[in-house]
T-cell receptor
């Protein structure tokens, strides 16, 4: 079955650590997106990539980094510069397909 | 930039009664509009999509939405609520990104509660 796989489902990070969230798709879609969800705020765009080896900042890119070395993969790194990283992170592809999300908690 | 406003943060209905979730949009051109549903700690599932074809859009699970340009609205309806409909619903507009491509701009969500 085609789809988007995000891992892990739950992730705990200590203060000052970088962590990487995985997003893999087998839909053969060109564009991939990372969104952050906070209670009462809907979803906000962090980064997006239209093609391999190219990506652009979204509305809230500070403290995050991405790479797009393969069409299928678009990992998101939450760096120690992100002041409030606790949130639900969702990966999406073009045509509006979403993964099941990763819940990141800072401990 | 496009935007959407969901007029109710919480809606409560009885099982078997109609559902109405309201959404207004702001757009400088003909928009693409979506409704998504999210169950707790889950990803988003697309319910339906409007892309300038028929103004009444039918989606999954008995939901439908009507695009009304004169009212800049895209309200979501269902004739009879089921307990399994309890979830959070997002109205979304597709916006054009600098450099090409589209991004989804989300409303703040409506939590639907279904009571026996």
């Amino acid at each position: 079955d085609g789809g988007i796989t995000q891992s892990p489902k739950y992730l705990f990070r200590k203060e000052g650590q970088n962590v990487t969230l995985s997003c893999e798709q087998n839909l053969n879609h060109d564009a991939m997106y990372w969104y952050r969800q906070d209670p009462g705020q809907g979803l906000r765009l962090i980064y997006y990539s239209q093609i391999v080896n190219d990506f652009q900042k979204g509305d809230i890119a500070e403290g995050y980094s991405v790479s797009r070395e393969k069409k299928e993969s678009f990992p998101l790194t939450v760096t120690s510069a992100q002041k409030n990283p606790t949130a639900f992170y969702l990966c999406a592809t073009s045509r509006g397909f979403f993964g099941q999300g990763t819940r990141l908690t800072v401990v | 930039a496009q935007s959407v406003t969901q007029l109710d943060s919480h809606v409560s209905v009885s099982e078997g009664t109609p559902v109405l979730l309201r959404c207004n949009y702001s757009s400088s051109y003909s928009p693409s509009l979506f409704w998504y549903v999210q169950h707790p700690n889950k990803g988003l599932q697309l319910l339906l999509k409007y892309t300038s074809a028929a103004t009444l859009v039918k989606g999954i699970n008995g939901f439908e939405a009507e695009f009304k340009k004169s009212e800049t609205s895209f309200h979501l309806t269902k004739p009879s609520a089921h307990m399994s409909d309890a979830a959070e619903y997002f109205c979304v507009v597709s916006d054009i990104l600098t450099g090409g491509g589209n991004k989804l701009t989300f409303g703040t969500g409506t939590q639907l509660k279904v009571e026996l």
